[in-house]
Each structure stands twice: as C-alpha cells, then as structure tokens.
C-alpha cells in the first residue's frame, strides 16, 4: 500500500463533490460554501454562531461570510443570544425550512452515486472505516469531537 495516498483520493472526491453540489445549489443562490451551515442548522436550529464554527471546524470569519450570504438569500436571519449578548443565534427562515427537502434530495443523489453498486457488506466495511478515518484525524490533529463528527459519516 506504498502508493496509496487518502490525500490525492480524498482531494479528487472533495472537489468532486463541490462541483456537483455546486451546480444543484445554483437555483437556490447557494453554494457549496454555505451548504455546510444550512444542514447543520436543519439539525440545530437556532445554534450560536460561534458553536457553529466549533462543530463544522471553521473559524468565526468562514462562519460569518456564510451565515451574511445566507441572510442576503433569505434564508437564515440572526438574533442576539438572550442569554449572551454579545453572541448570535442563527434561525433558519421559513424560506430556509422550504429548501430542506431540496437540500435533502441533492445530498441523497450525491449518496447513491458515490455508494453505487457497492454491496450491503461494503456499505458497512465503508461506514465503520470512515468513521475510524474521521476517529483518527480528531485525535491526530489534537481537535475534540465536540460536533460528534464520528456520527456525520
């Protein structure tokens, strides 16, 4: 296994990924860098923008663009944290609510096509290596698994 590098791999099927969400999100005036926040928010709405951050591993300017292009769309609006006001909660919208099944087929399509053809067994072998891949890049780059990362994969 000399020759094998996760890093060329995982690289190709990022920018892969990126193109192909890209190109679904445009109707939406969304792309592939605000996706992220939406699904994050479709789990937990309302989060402060500053778990936001910690749980998706960007720093609070990456998180700030993204949640400003997301309120310029209408989907997201922020308010004040009542109980730190120097924080914002981050809401998704109505509008953001109606996009969710939307959202949702275009990461099911991404699915199918990446998992197409593999058998029961692979999809298992699959889902367990994965997360002891994420497993191992948490603990080898010292981040804490606040977000439960292992459970995203």
């Known amino acids: 296994m000399d020759n094998f590098w996760f890093g060329r791999l ?38 402060n923008q500053e778990t936001l951050a910690k749980k998706l591993l ?25 109980s730190d006001g120097r924080a914002n909660r981050v809401f998704l919208t109505e509008r953001g609510w109606e996009i969710k099944p939307a959202m949702d087929q275009i990461s099911d399509d991404w699915n199918r096509i990446v998992t197409s053809g593999f058998t029961g067994i692979e999809m298992i072998l699959l889902e367990e290596l994965s997360k002891k891949i994420v497993s191992n890049i948490m603990s080898g780059t010292g981040q804490e698994d606040i977000a439960g990362l292992s459970e995203l994969v």
Do not use: C, H, W
């Open 58 to 82: 960007f720093n609070k300017a990456t998180i700030a663009r993204a949640i400003d292009k997301l309120e310029r769309a209408g989907y997201v609006l922020r308010a004040r944290d009542k």
């Open 10 to 47: 995982s690289s190709y099927v990022m920018r892969a990924k990126a193109a192909y969400y890209s190109e679904r999100l445009e109707p939406y005036r969304i792309n592939y860098g605000q996706y992220p926040f939406l699904r994050a928010l479709y789990r937990e709405d309302g989060v």
